[in-house]
């Protein structure tokens, strides 16, 4: 099947320090979301991203969809300890709209946690 | 409001059981989900419906029964599980039949936590 590539796997952050993460494909997407995951609870969208080069914004946090449309990355500024758990991206392959709502492709997560 | 409520929180069953597992979303959205989540891992998609018809099913034992009343609600009945399919089991919502181009953006519930014994 499609896979996403996530990285990194994880890190460990320090308060105040910014964070970034991305996600590569070798498809082509048609839309790409972030989500955050707390343990034992269901992922929270963060941001959808639907154009090429579109770069949104939520808070302090702010992500891309690549020109190339196959990657996008997500950047958290001044990390607070509430930003800790895994962080999923998720795209929708292109012409997969339609009937095929079902295909939407996830990476293998960025877990953040905090550094001792 | 962008909330997807499910029912129960926690469900702990023998392998002889039958449970269900409930969502519900006032979203107005058209299309509902089940997903399967273990440990560490992403979800993985199990059921997809749309209008109230199921329109994916990825290859799920049959030991696992969808059901969608109506545009609000959707179940998943349980029987004779099996220990290994313990896991988180989320429920999502989305708009249907977006223009081309267009993508869509699903909206996870807290999830049901099962453990079969």
């Known amino acids: 099947g499609q896979q996403l590539n996530q990285s990194p796997q994880s890190m460990f952050i320090q308060e105040g320090e910014d964070v970034s993460m991305n996600c590569t494909s070798s498809s082509i997407f048609n839309t790409w979301l972030w989500y955050k995951q707390d343990p034992g609870e269901g992922p929270v969208l963060l941001i959808a991203l639907y154009k090429a080069g579109e770069l949104t914004s939520n808070g302090r946090l702010t992500a891309q969809f690549g020109i190339t449309r196959k990657d996008s990355f997500l950047n958290i500024s001044a990390s607070i300890p509430s930003d800790v758990g895994i962080y999923f991206c998720?795209?929708?392959?292109?012409?997969?709209?339609?009937?095929?709502?079902?295909?939407?492709?996830f990476g293998k997560g960025t877990k953040l946690s905090v550094k001792p | 409001d962008t909330e997807v409520t499910q029912t129960p929180k926690h469900l702990v069953m023998g392998m002889t059981n039958k449970k269900s597992l409930k969502c519900e979303q006032h979203?107005?959205?058209?299309?509902m989900y089940w997903y399967k989540q273990k440990a560490k891992k992403p979800p993985e998609l199990m059921f997809v419906y749309s209008y109230e018809k199921l329109s994916i099913n990825e290859s799920v034992p049959s030991r696992f029964s969808p059901e969608c009343p109506n545009s609000s609600l959707l179940n998943l009945h349980l029987h004779a599980l099996q220990p290994e399919d313990s896991a988180l089991y989320l429920c999502?919502?989305?708009?249907?039949?977006?223009?081309?181009?267009?993508?869509?953006?699903?909206?996870f519930g807290p999830g049901t936590r099962l453990t079969v014994t």
């Open positions: 979203m107005g959205h058209r299309a």
């Open positions: 999502a919502s989305s708009q249907v039949l977006l223009p081309p181009g267009q993508g869509y953006e699903q909206y």
């Open positions: 998720a795209g929708q392959l292109r012409g997969s709209y339609g009937g095929s709502q079902g295909n939407l492709i």
